[in-house]
């Protein structure tokens, strides 16, 4: 398969699970469980300051949610451009592929050991297409 097809795919991938975090993310307030709500009211309700700005921790579990998204969001975004410029310089190409692909086998460890396999899932099949596009691309460069 194609580096630039490779890429294209984990950006989708990347891209999906970027929208799903964001809505999945947008709904922790509401647990049907009470004591998953207590602990939620023990989280949103007490506001401490901390870094100059005062705020709960479930402000700051919400930021960390939404920079998350953020974070894979301008990853999609970052794999579909590079998969665009594989020709103009293959070897910042690779490199950028490489660092992403890395971060990405980082991002779905960190996935399975604190969340849930179904999240890892995306994760870990765009680092595969990361890491097949840059083999790929390297036999590209060394053959020619």
């Given at each position: ?20 975090h ?64 594989l ?42 297409c ?15």
């Amino acid at each position: 398969m194609k580096p630039k097809l490779l890429l294209r795919i984990a950006a989708i991938l990347i891209a999906i699970h970027g929208v799903g975090h964001t809505i999945g993310h947008s709904g922790w307030k509401n647990a049907p469980d009470p004591v998953e709500r207590q602990v939620i009211g023990q989280m949103t309700g007490h506001k401490f300051p901390f870094m100059g700005a005062i705020h709960s921790l479930g402000d700051y579990f919400e930021g960390y949610g939404y920079a998350c998204s953020i974070a894979l969001l301008l990853i999609a975004i970052l794999l579909w451009i590079t998969s665009g410029e594989l020709q103009a310089n293959k070897t910042l190409a690779g490199k950028v592929i490489l660092t992403i692909s890395l971060g990405l086998v980082i991002w779905a460890v960190d996935e399975v050991i604190y969340f849930f396999p179904f999240a890892a899932a995306p994760t870990f099949l765009a680092s595969l297409c990361g890491l097949l596009a840059y083999y790929s691309l390297r036999q590209n460069v060394e053959t020619t």
